[in-house]
């Protein structure tokens, strides 16, 4: 069965540090990656999310980045921190090409940047 | 393009009583709809889709949408809600047949309170 594993699960982090989390599926091949944010009180945000090794697409200009170095992991980074990044961050997996499938989230990421 | 609106922020009903939380959707293309449910601090957990099949749907945890085409809505029910039922619930969209990208598009998000 298809497994996605995200960590860590908590961190807090100055402003002006770096950040990288990340995100691994097991059980499956080429799978559509996603990166969302959730701030206080708020929806869902798409970040970015990848069809395949090397391929990012961005959703909203901000001050994070990710990539994709292997199939099936999928990392979101940050050189410098802001306040404004804190915030649960989810990773999500589908089958490629398989819109009904729908998604298939990790456990996620509380981020609290001070 | 496709958009979800999911009308209440906060619904709060009492234990036993019926749960109705709602989703209007709005796309050009046949669409795949999906009620996702979080409990805090956890990722979002899938409790129904539909598909273009039956027009109506059970999920888990004795859960229910209908699809209506003519109203755009898919709201979701639950006939009795138990404690455990309190948490975020997010209704979510995406085009029938959206190729590589899979992309869903999701509602504001409804909190759930159940009171004893």
């Known amino acids: 069965s298809q497994t996605i594993h995200q960590w860590p699960a908590t961190l807090v982090q100055p402003v002006g540090s770096p950040l990288s989390l990340e995100c691994t599926v097991e059980g499956t091949s080429n799978p559509n990656l996603y990166w969302y944010r959730q701030a206080a009180g708020r929806g869902l945000q798409l970040l970015f999310y990848?069809?395949?090794?090397?391929?990012i697409s961005s959703e909203v200009p901000q001050n994070l980045s990710a990539s994709r170095p292997q199939d099936r992991q999928f990392i979101l980074s940050s050189k410098k921190l802001l306040l404004s990044d804190s915030g649960f961050y989810l990773c999500?997996?589908?089958?490629?090409?398989?819109?009904?499938?729908?998604?298939?989230f990790g456990s996620g990421t509380r981020l609290t940047v001070v | 393009a496709q958009s979800v609106t999911q009308l209440g922020s906060h619904v709060s009903v009492s234990e036993g009583a019926l749960v109705l939380l709602r989703c209007n959707y709005s796309s050009s293309v046949p669409p795949y709809l999906f009620w996702y449910v979080q409990y805090p601090n956890q990722g979002l957990q899938l409790l129904l889709k539909?598909?273009?099949?039956?027009?109506l749907v059970k999920g888990i945890n004795g859960f229910e949408a209908e699809f209506k085409k003519s109203e755009t809505s898919f709201h979701l029910t639950k006939p009795s809600a138990h404690m455990s039922d309190a948490a975020e619930y997010f209704c979510?969209?995406?085009?029938?047949?959206?190729?590589?990208?899979?992309?869903?598009?999701f509602g504001q998000g409804t909190t759930l309170q159940v009171k004893p």
């Open positions: 999500a997996w589908s089958a490629l090409g398989q819109g009904y499938g729908g998604y298939t």
């Open positions: 990848s069809v395949g090794i090397g391929q």
């Open positions: 539909y598909t273009s099949a039956a027009t």
């Open positions: 979510a969209v995406t085009a029938a047949g959206s190729g590589n990208t899979g992309k869903l598009i």
